[in-house]
């Protein structure tokens, strides 16, 4: 699996990220992946799908399934309002939408701001964290969203679920 | 006319991006000589016809010699040289001659498949080059006879003609005409005076010369197509064999294949720069369509002019123009990607949402004082249906793409049984989606062969039924309602009622004497079942008509048999016209709606909690007109958290049926009908159980598209 390898071998590449808050915590995915960003619409729910899984929206003729980090991660209470956000992501020749509470900024990260997570107990399986960014006072959990919205955990795909049930 | 030496892959030009030019027009030609074959009658085959078989083999020749696939110009060479010798009446086509060259088609289809890179193993070539080789050296010697019709030929026998011309304009030389009357003189023998009467001159000529160099001598005197050239003892041998030979065709061919010509001999030319690519660029696609259109109007006047010294076969011509015509109005299309049309689907499709959302704003505002606005909105919703519509019908086709395929696997399958099998096709323009065509084709295969297999007799036993010896196969496509209906008919045996029974109770299915004859023949689509004595590669495996029903029903289409014994089969294909577009109900459950496709909707009623029974259980059925169906609440099949349940089986009673089982959905509320876009859930997301699609409705949301068969599965679990 390329994706465990590159989160164990912690080759993060410095780049360009979108931050954003869950909760109290920020996260920071690579901006390469992200389509748009836009409020919360009202979704059409799949009925028997996860609850992070918010349903499926029309962005302009496609149906985008909505996935809630929140309701993932388990972390900040999952409210919407006009300020709930969705980001568009591109990943792995699909779109998908993600949930969160606030986009705060795009960052340009170099190398040696980026240090390796840490094994420990989080609620994101710490395969999809690719680093820690230590930005001023704050700190960035770099995610590999990619490798994330592919993973079994969320099932967002025919052969990622399949792979959820064989495991 | 030989290019058979130029490879064009060693030029310095990269050839490699026109090859999927070659590959496609190889493909169209193959097809076409194929079909070709298959029509043609041998005994009466016009020069028409071989002329097109003949041009479709030089176009691969040509197009196989410049972009050096060596292999494929060698077997056209071959081809070439038969052909060329039957159409110029040096030969006479026999059913061997066709056989071998269908057989060299197929070859030749091989070989593109493995330049295509689509592998498979090198086809035996020499074979069938050998095949055609010694048919055309066994028919060199029966040549002689109609020899010396042949109009080309160095030895032609000397022939007395009349030949007419019109009288000499005025502008034209004096000493022009006397040097053609000296050159007739010397190539032959005038037998008569010249006589010149309603402004034509006409003369009594014998000669060896053909009527083409004939022709050519008046070239300084008058248009040499002016000139009619009689043959009493050829047009006496034309009405023999109705309309057959073609001795001066030679114009047709020479100005279509010029092309090719010039073609193989650019990459070599030193000039050759830059610009050279702009030319192929240019030119090498729209190549072959202008041969054909080329070869079109120039073979047309010699028809006519055939047509009217042969009164007979004035209404034959007449009807081969007409058919020429049509060939030459399907040449003017283009290729487009799939993905390309299908993107216009998708963006036409959100035009007509953005368009109902427009609607649906403007029909707040004051009708006196927005008048020109809301007129200008009626006219927007039409010209976006026309466009919808329109756009639609790029990826209609007609169902002639998949019954093209048929006649040759007919012919290979009743040679093979040793039957006599004629393949009747008919409302070929019949129009269905592209993605019903491509997956049409595999079920209708196996019907067909089941049809001439199992249904068609022996001839002995057809004669002895007091049937004619062949047996025919009817294919036929036409549009019903909102769906499309291909029926296989065959005038064979039937099916065997005693014989399906008794192999349905050897296999323990649940059968009875009682049962009706639908449910009878229903029986062939259980898996496994067949009812062939022995096995054979064709058919009898009992493996084909369970998967037949299945793929069919896929398709979101039915599969139905009528049968008589002794008297035929008949085989009903019913689908839906497209796939992208279905009618919908769209219904609610609880705070959601669904879209439940209306071709499984049987009828809806307010069922009053009393109709409505408990099982043992846990299940629940309702009463409509003394049938008991299931009851199926969509509120348990797709729990809704937010919503109360609705629990007293109040509600809407939806009756569906699929797969010949009628239950009843339970849901709130019935919203409306309407057209809907299926999209694909799959594209972004997964595979929802219970639900086929997704579709956006006219406030934008989205609401997902039920599969009704499978939500009765999940519903018995």
Redesign the interface.
């Known amino acids: 699996m390329s994706k465990i390898d590159a989160a164990s071998h912690g080759t993060i590449h410095a780049g360009e990220f979108l931050t954003f808050v869950l909760g109290s915590e920020e996260y920071g995915i690579d901006i390469l992946k992200v389509q748009e960003i836009r409020g919360y619409d009202a979704v059409t729910r799949i009925a028997n799908a996860p609850a992070f899984i918010k349903g499926v929206i029309n962005l302009r003729g496609i149906i985008v399934p909505i996935v809630d980090l929140r309701l993932k991660f388990q972390v900040g209470e999952a409210l919407y309002n006009d300020f709930t956000v969705v980001i568009i992501l591109n990943v792995s020749n699909r779109t998908v939408g993600v949930v969160v509470d606030g986009v705060s900024d795009v960052m340009a990260l170099t190398a040696d701001q980026i240090r390796p997570a840490p094994e420990f107990g989080a609620a994101v399986d710490t395969r999809y964290l690719t680093g820690l960014a230590a930005v001023e006072e704050r700190m960035l959990i770099l995610l590999d969203i990619e490798g994330l919205m592919s993973s079994g955990d969320l099932a967002l795909t025919d052969a990622a679920a399949d792979e959820a049930i064989a495991a | 006319m030989s290019n058979t030496g130029q490879s064009g892959g060693s030029s310095s030009i990269d050839m490699s991006q026109f090859y999927q030019v070659f590959f496609e027009e190889a493909e169209e030609h193959l097809s076409n000589m194929e079909s070709l074959l298959l029509s043609i009658d041998p005994a009466e085959a016009s020069g028409e016809e071989l002329n097109a078989i003949f041009r479709a083999a030089h176009s691969i020749k040509g197009g196989s010699g410049t972009f050096g696939f060596n292999d494929m110009t060698e077997v056209t060479h071959i081809l070439e040289s038969l052909l060329d010798r039957v159409r110029k009446n040096e030969m006479i086509l026999t059913t061997e001659m066709v056989d071998a060259l269908l057989a060299s088609g197929d070859v030749l289809k091989a070989q593109l498949a493995r330049h295509r890179g689509q592998g498979g193993e090198p086809p035996d070539a020499s074979g069938v080059c050998e095949r055609v080789k010694s048919l055309m050296n066994a028919g060199g010697a029966k040549a002689s006879a109609p020899a010396k019709t042949a109009s080309s030929s160095q030895h032609a026998a000397e022939r007395d003609l009349e030949i007419r011309f019109p009288e000499p304009a005025a502008d034209v030389d004096a000493a022009a005409v006397q040097d053609l009357y000296d050159t007739i003189g010397q190539l032959g023998a005038m037998t008569g005076e010249i006589e010149s009467k309603d402004g034509q001159r006409s003369f009594q000529y014998r000669t060896r010369k053909s009527d083409k160099e004939l022709r050519n001598l008046f070239a300084f005197v008058c248009d040499t197509q002016a000139v009619e050239i009689i043959d009493p003892q050829r047009a006496k041998a034309e009405d023999e064999a109705g309309f057959g030979l073609f001795g001066d065709a030679e114009p047709a061919k020479d100005d279509s294949f010029g092309f090719f010509d010039e073609l193989p001999a650019l990459p070599s030319a030193t000039t050759v720069k830059d610009d050279s690519f702009g030319f192929f660029g240019d030119d090498a696609p729209g190549l072959p369509a202008s041969v054909k259109s080329a070869a079109a109007p120039a073979a047309d006047p010699s028809i006519g002019r055939r047509a009217t010294d042969h009164a007979a076969a004035d209404a034959r011509s007449g009807r081969r123009e007409t058919d020429k015509n049509v060939a030459a109005a399907q040449d003017t299309s283009i290729r487009v990607s799939v993905e390309k049309v299908d993107q216009l689907i998708?963006?036409v499709?959100?035009l007509v949402?953005t368009q109902a959302m427009l609607a649906q704003a403007v029909s707040k505002l004051d009708p006196l004082l927005f008048q020109q606005m809301l007129s200008g909105m009626a006219d927007l919703e039409r010209n976006t249906r026309d466009l919808q519509e329109s756009v639609m019908s790029i990826r209609m086709l007609p169902i002639g793409f998949v019954f093209k395929r048929f006649p040759r696997m007919v012919r290979d399958l009743a040679g093979k049984l040793n039957k006599q099998v004629q393949l009747l096709t008919e409302g070929e323009g019949t129009e269905l989606d592209k993605g019903l065509i491509e997956k049409i084709a595999d079920p209708l295969n196996h019907l067909i062969r089941n049809s001439v297999d199992h249904g068609i007799e022996m001839p002995d036993a057809r004669v002895a039924a007091g049937k004619p010896a062949q047996g025919t196969v009817t294919l036929r496509a036409s549009h019903q309602g909102g769906s499309i209906l291909i029926e296989v008919v065959d005038d064979g045996k039937g099916l065997d009622r005693e014989k399906i029974l008794a192999k349905g109770r050897e296999r323990g299915l649940p059968v009875s004497d009682s049962m009706s004859d639908g449910e009878v023949w229903g029986l062939i689509f259980e898996a496994g079942f067949s009812t062939a004595d022995k096995v054979t590669d064709i058919s009898g495996r009992g493996v084909g008509m369970d998967v037949v029903k299945r793929n069919i029903a896929e398709l979101g289409g039915t599969v139905e048999i009528e049968s008589a014994t002794g008297h035929g089969t008949r085989m009903k294909v019913r689908l839906p016209l497209t796939l992208a577009i279905i009618d919908g109900m769209s219904v609610a459950v609880g705070e959601?709606?669904y879209i439940i496709p209306l071709a499984t909707v049987v009828e809806s009623l307010q069922a009053g909690s009393r109709a409505v029974r408990s099982v043992a259980g846990g299940g629940f059925v309702v009463e409509i007109r003394d049938e008991y169906l299931p009851v199926i609440s969509l509120h348990d099949?797709?729990?809704?958290d937010t919503a109360a349940k609705n629990e007293s089986k109040e509600g809407i009673m939806l009756v569906v049926e699929s797969e010949g089982v009628k239950n009843a959905f339970l849901v709130d509320e019935l919203l409306g009908q309407q057209q809907v876009v299926v999209?694909?859930?799959?594209?972004?997301?997964?595979?929802?159980?219970g639900?086929s699609g997704?579709t956006?409705m006219g406030d934008?949301?989205?609401?997902?598209i039920l599969d009704v068969p499978t939500l009765v599965r999940m519903s018995r679990h």
């Open positions: 998708n963006q499709g959100e949402i959601d709606v099949l797709f729990p809704n999209k694909s859930l799959e594209s972004n997301y997964r595979r929802v159980p639900v997704a956006i934008g949301r989205v609401a997902l």
